[in-house]
């Protein structure tokens, strides 16, 4: 995805795209393939959606307060999701020994 740096691609990789993303009313040029320009664009929608309730609940705070507490509850809800993901690969190692335990009892 995107590298602020030149990218160490060759010519034969996926062609790089600019855009420009807004995020609290900044714009931030960026360089991504076209297949990650969905995606892009549903974060920058979400963050700035983010942003905008944020801005309704706590009038007293400036942009850079809000666009860091957007951060900090996108990397609390990250933590959530690999926390759940560990959960799940442990279940899955736990079921694999069970069922080599159950095979070596047949």
Same mark, same amino acid.
């Given at each position: 995805m995107y590298s602020p740096h030149?990218?160490?691609?060759?010519?034969? =990789? =996926?062609?790089?795209?600019?855009?420009?993303v807004v995020i609290a009313g900044r714009s931030f040029p960026m360089k991504i393939t076209e297949e990650e320009e969905t995606s892009v664009r549903s974060i920058e929608k979400d963050i700035n959606s983010q942003v905008t309730e944020f801005q309704q609940k706590y009038t007293d705070k400036d942009k850079l307060?809000?666009?860091?507490?957007v951060l900090l509850t996108k990397a609390f809800e990250l933590d959530k999701i690999q926390s759940l993901e560990d959960d799940i690969t442990q279940a899955h190692a736990q079921i694999d020994t069970l069922e080599s335990t159950l095979d070596q009892l047949m």
């Open positions: 030149k990218s160490h691609v060759s010519d034969m =990789d =996926d062609a790089q795209i600019k855009i420009s307060d809000l666009v860091i507490m």
